[in-house]
């Protein structure tokens, strides 16, 4: 059946190319517009929630600075020790009765809640999340706050935790034990909730949650009337689109297609002509038609004649392209990477800002400012002397004398230089900084900014690689194409000349021959041609074992050398192009081969090899399978290691 199958043709082709471009640009553009609806609705979340923290912070401090010390100095001649009253003694109490009065005048599904372990209230007992927020913030000083996004009864909510209260020793009166804390209190609250803290310990967090679900069918409702727009506009482009290709593209195509298939059929429509379409391109083309036609026809009429002048440019070209290519090979190791792409790669680098005060000497960092030098944010309290033990020690001089000509002869920084993490890593960072005066002369603030570079110079390396094969590519597959088209021609004279002479002339092996090296030539291009597409790869999954052994068996048939296999059954199944491996495998034996003139052996071994963590390979994690193959030739110079990868 898959025989008899015919190919699409070219306009159903482009039907289906342009469709699908259509359907996925729509995609995209409803993917990207929905995307950020969604994230708008996050800053809003994240803006409505702070200003609710915000505000409830700022009644708290209010409490605590004015209305507790006012009212306590005002009653304090007939206040009792055991006296307590909630509403204006507990600023928490106050802001949970706020926020209730608040709910009653504004609508609204948020939540807000001051939560503890073992709240003094039932109110704001900390649930299991609060909770283990709570628990990690007494594990680790540093945490302050998080924001998240939580699903919670099947529901999107963006949720802020912030730490609360700290217990102090002035604090342990009220929650130390029931003896120790005013009567009423105890009476207010019982003897069981709130007692036993210790100083130091967190007690409580403020817990905010700020419902996504309204803004988030907003967002899918916009998605899908955006959707049903962009089908409309884009159907009638498509329509209009596919008309115009049909009747200025398709037609003279399929004029040309019809044309050439009557000269194949029969050399008496050799020499005739199409009318030449509007357009520069169809019209170039349809020319180039014409005078092929005529051409074969004089060709035809000539065969003999022309064959071997055209053995004899075939060679000639052949050493013409051997030249272009090794110029250009010698052009392409000479390119160096524009100011342009630098400047990309420096947008994408991590870029890190700081400030040293130099009346204080306090120094502040900026987030990705700790992350550079591998800390988490807050985790260590930076100065100068901790940025210089964090130099690379070949770095150190370097470092101190750029700092010097900055303070003492006004010279901005911009160096490059290696710094130590604290988990050991070595990383490449540009420091950038200057130091501003005062108006009496004197050094008032160093600033600047570090970035790290160290990705940037390894895609450097990599893109060098690219450019160089990218030009080589280009040169190949052009000459290869006009050497092709050259074949083409060749080969056909030659097949026309052997169905036109007969046996008694005695030219038919000469032909033969002919015909013999232009295939040759013709299979040259195009592996030329495959090497300028990127290799063009059919894949399929299988084994490769087999092939690399039998590739590897056929090889060594001719030769004086020895093979060794190293293959088990159990080798993953992969996806790869056959004649491209058989190609790779075949290449690599013969360079063994040719190492070892005299005799030797070859050891051939493929392993099932798991890719974890990269493990500074340019691949995604998954299974591979890994095929190495040990000649006991002379080996590669060193001087040449880094151009083993080099096409030319």
């Keep these: 059946m898959d025989k008899l199958r015919k190919p699409l043709k070219i306009s159903s082709r482009l039907f289906l190319a342009t469709a699908a471009i259509f359907v996925i640009a729509g995609i995209i553009v409803v993917a990207l517009v929905n995307y950020n609806e969604r994230q708008q609705a996050l800053v809003e979340a994240e803006t409505k929630a702070y200003i609710i923290l915000n505000r409830n912070l700022a009644i708290h401090t209010y409490f605590t600075r004015q209305l507790k010390p006012k009212l306590l100095k005002s009653i304090d001649h007939i206040r009792s020790k055991d006296y307590f009253e909630p509403t204006w003694m507990s600023s928490t109490y106050a802001i949970r009765e706020i926020d209730k009065y608040y709910r009653l005048l504004e609508s609204g599904d948020y939540y807000y809640k001051e939560s503890a372990i073992n709240a003094r209230s039932p109110e704001n007992e900390a649930d299991a999340y609060e909770k283990s927020f709570i628990e990690e913030m007494n594990a680790d000083s540093g945490l302050v706050t998080r924001s998240v996004v939580r699903v919670i009864d099947g529901k999107p909510y963006f949720v802020v935790l912030r730490r609360n209260e700290v217990m102090e020793e002035t604090c342990l009166r009220c929650h130390s034990t029931p003896d120790k804390a005013p009567a009423d209190l105890v009476r207010y609250y019982g003897p069981e909730r709130s007692f036993n803290r210790k100083v130091g310990e967190v007690v409580s967090a403020i817990s905010i949650r700020v419902p996504l679900a309204f803004a988030y069918e907003n967002a899918d409702r916009f998605s899908w009337q955006l959707s049903i727009l962009l089908l409309t506009v884009l159907g009638g482009l498509f329509g209009l689109l596919w008309f115009i290709n049909k009747r200025m ?18 050399d008496e429509h050799l020499g005739e002509q199409i009318p030449l379409p509007a357009g520069r391109e169809l019209k170039e ?31 000639k070209i052949n050493e013409q392209l051997k030249q272009k290519v090794e110029e250009y090979k010698q052009a392409a190791d000479a390119l160096r990477e524009s100011e342009s792409r630098l400047n990309t790669a420096q947008q994408i680098a991590h870029l890190g800002s700081w400030e040293r005060n130099l009346e204080t000497n306090k120094l502040y960092w900026s987030d990705e400012q700790y992350r550079i030098w591998g800390y988490e944010p807050g985790e260590v309290i930076p100065d100068f002397e901790l940025v210089k033990s964090h130099i690379h020690p070949d770095d150190i001089k370097m470092f101190e004398e750029a700092n010097d000509k900055a303070f003492y002869k006004d010279e901005p920084i911009n160096r490059e230089y290696r710094i130590i993490r604290k988990d050991g890593i070595i990383r490449t960072v540009h420091s950038i900084a200057k130091v501003e005066w005062d108006e009496r002369g004197q050094p008032k603030r160093f600033f600047g900014s570090l970035q790290d570079i160290t990705e940037r110079r390894r895609l450097e390396a990599q893109l060098q690689q690219a450019q160089k094969l990218e030009a080589i590519g280009v040169l190949a597959g052009g000459i290869a194409h006009d050497f092709n088209n050259l074949l083409s021609i060749i080969m056909g004279n030659i097949s026309m000349a052997k169905n036109g002479v007969k046996p008694e002339y005695g030219v038919a092996d000469f032909l033969n021959e002919a015909e013999e090296a232009s295939l040759k030539a013709e299979e040259l291009a195009n592996q030329l041609i495959t090497f300028s597409r990127g290799g063009a790869p059919v894949k399929k999954t299988g084994s490769v074992g087999y092939l690399v052994k039998e590739t590897t068996d056929l090889i060594l048939s001719e030769s004086n050398v020895k093979s060794e296999f190293f293959i088990p059954s159990d080798l993953y199944a992969v996806e790869f192009d056959q004649e491209q491996m058989k190609l790779a495998i075949k290449n690599i034996i013969i360079n063994a081969v040719e190492s070892m003139p005299e005799s030797g052996s070859i050891m051939v071994k493929a392993d099932n090899f798991d890719l974890v963590n990269g493990r500074d390979l340019p691949l995604p994690e998954g299974k591979y399978v890994k095929i190495s193959i040990r000649d006991q030739g002379v080996g590669i110079p060193e001087e040449h290691l880094s151009l083993i990868f080099d096409p030319y």
């Excluded at 593209?249 to 029969?266: C, F, G, V």
């Excluded at 092929?292 to 060709?299: A, E, F, K, T, V």
Aim: without cysteine; neutral net charge.
């Design 249 to 266: 593209l398709l037609k003279p195509l399929l004029a040309i297609h019809d044309k050439a298939l009557m000269i194949s059929s029969s």
């Design 285 to 315: 083309l349809t020319a180039s038609f014409n005078k092929m036609s005529i051409d074969l026809r004089h060709h035809l009429d000539h065969l003999e004649e022309r064959v071997k002048e055209r053995t004899a440019e075939i060679f």
